[in-house]
């Protein structure tokens, strides 16, 4: 499974950013994929998922209510929309996928494919 994510920048504290990730080759052997995220120094950290079957999707409480993950099944793409963007967003995001459908926010370790990070950085 290869895994490509998209769509970082630099933006204002306030604006919004859409992170894409395209996954690609046995990707029927993945369930869930999520959104991950580190800043320098620190450890990197769960942002996101949602199962490709369905379900309700998962949220870390420092982005939930500004953060949406959505899925195209058909395009097997992973989208990961950011408003309300603040400083402490700031951060490599990386889109993952694994193969257990384990629910709930599970850590990186949990996760069995990764792709390159997106660079997402937010101005005061």
């Known amino acids: 499974v290869q895994l490509q994510a998209s769509g970082g920048g630099l933006v204002q504290a306030g604006g919004s950013l859409r992170l894409s990730c395209a996954a690609s080759g046995r990707t029927f052997s993945t369930n869930v994929m999520g959104w991950f995220r580190q800043a320098p120094g620190k450890e990197r950290e769960f942002v996101a998922a949602i199962s490709w079957s369905g379900g309700s999707p998962y949220y870390a409480d420092s982005v939930r209510g500004r953060f949406t993950i959505s899925r195209d099944n058909g395009k097997k793409v992973v989208y990961l929309q950011m408003n309300s963007l603040k400083p402490e967003d700031t951060a490599a995001y990386y889109c993952?996928?694994?193969?257990?459908?384990?629910?709930?926010?599970?850590?990186?370790?949990?996760?069995?494919?990764w792709g390159q990070g997106t660079q997402v950085t937010v101005s005061s």
């Open positions: 993952a996928a694994k193969r257990t459908a384990v629910p709930g926010a599970v850590p990186a370790s949990g996760y069995d494919y």
